[in-house]
């Protein structure tokens, strides 16, 4: 069985069923994940922490006893609580993916001790892994949670829930500001946030505002980037320019320039598409992640871009992206080259 949408993930984090047995948590935001798989793990069992009650393993555990897993999952409890099983797994291991999904399958057909629970941890899992379709055929005793990253709202609930319980906030364009500056995996979003508590002052009832922040924030080399990106999508060759000198000086190389540039694309290729599928361009602006302050200008070149523009493009952006991993490539050169081509598309538009 799958869950994938946020309400019935948390609703079965927060009280799983009884007659579930395994879980399947997997996907590139890995420190996701491994939040869901504590939050289970602790509903799991009384004593998560506790060695005789939870075994740990990961892959190579897996591989190299071949018997370590089933051996596992057959153990009773020494203490008389629910036994837990978690198994790690990292990023392409093929044999280690077979063998969690015969484990797994064979648990549900009460193979091994019936009262334990399998959790398993996973990176990005393609349609092709034998682990991830056995969790999502499975009919009864097992779910599969695909783990996305966060968007931008995500990313601001999880800020304003974490800060309210500290007595601590932030003004709604502090948030945004907030939000837009933290980075996809959550694991790294959390410290963030833990790092910003500290900051106010737990317990302070402080509502920062966004030059409150400044200090916390500062001025990033990615803040130089972000605007090249922006002036180059906009036409602006010179100033694109002007922001990739100011990111080289602040310690950013070519190929960063170059990722900047296709972020960009994808932001303004995500907005286009939900336009395109009846969405407002302003509402669809604001749901590809587009920072308030820098709507109007970001509005006024989706009215100018087309997907099959943006499409054709992405193929230039990937091309400069292999380039600069190629040893001994000019790097800055290569993404100003790009971002030169970009700028005099986007005026050959009107831009």
Same mark, same amino acid.
């Given at each position: ?24 948590? /997997? ?8 939040? =869901? @798989? ?53 990023? *392409? ?18 193979? %091994? ?5 399998? #959790?398993?941890? @996973? ?14 055929? @499975? ?8 783990? %996305? ?6 990313? @601001? ?69 972000? *605007? ?8 602006? #060759? ?24 296709? /972020? %960009? ?34 509005? =006024? ?51």
């Amino acid at each position: 069985m799958i869950l994938s949408k946020r309400p019935e993930v948390e609703r079965f984090l927060k009280d799983p069923p009884s007659d579930v047995r395994a879980a399947l948590l /997997y996907g590139r935001d890995r420190g996701g994940v491994r939040e =869901r @798989a504590d939050a289970l793990a602790a509903k799991a069992t009384e004593r998560p922490d506790d060695p005789f009650d939870v075994a740990v393993l990961t892959d190579s555990d897996v591989t190299s006893d071949g018997a370590r897993l089933e051996a596992e999952l057959s153990a009773q409890s020494m203490m008389g609580g629910r036994r837990l099983i978690r198994l790690r797994l990292s990023d *392409d291991r093929a044999a280690a993916d077979r063998a969690a999904a015969e484990a797994l399958k064979a648990h549900l057909d009460g193979a %091994y001790n019936p009262a334990a629970f399998f #959790l398993i941890e @996973a990176g990005a899992l393609g349609r092709d892994s034998a682990l991830r379709g056995a969790a999502e055929k @499975a009919k009864a005793g097992a779910v599969a949670i695909p783990c %996305y990253e966060d968007e931008t709202g995500d990313v @601001a609930r999880m800020t304003r829930e974490a800060l309210h319980k500290e007595g601590v906030s932030l003004t709604g364009e502090a948030l945004e500001l907030f939000a837009a500056r933290l980075p996809a995996e959550r694991g790294v979003a959390r410290q963030e946030i833990e790092r910003l508590i500290l900051y106010l002052g737990p317990g302070s009832g402080a509502l920062a505002t966004p030059a409150d922040l400044e200090p916390f924030l500062g001025v990033e080399p990615e803040a130089s980037l972000a *605007d090249a990106a922006q002036d180059a999508f906009g036409g602006r #060759l010179r100033a694109a320019q002007a922001g990739l000198r100011r990111a080289a000086q602040e310690g950013e190389s070519g190929p960063a320039a170059v990722r900047a540039m296709g /972020y %960009y694309l994808a932001r303004l290729r995500k907005a286009l598409t939900q336009h395109a599928a009846g969405k407002g361009l302003a509402e669809a602006a604001k749901s590809a992640g587009v920072f308030w302050k820098n709507e109007r200008e970001f509005l =006024r070149q989706a009215r100018a871009w087309q997907l099959s523009a943006l499409d054709a493009l992405n193929a230039e952006v990937l091309s400069a992206d292999r380039a600069c991993k190629q040893t001994g490539s000019p790097d800055e050169l290569i993404a100003e080259r790009l971002t030169l081509s970009i700028a005099g598309k986007a005026r050959r538009l009107g831009l």
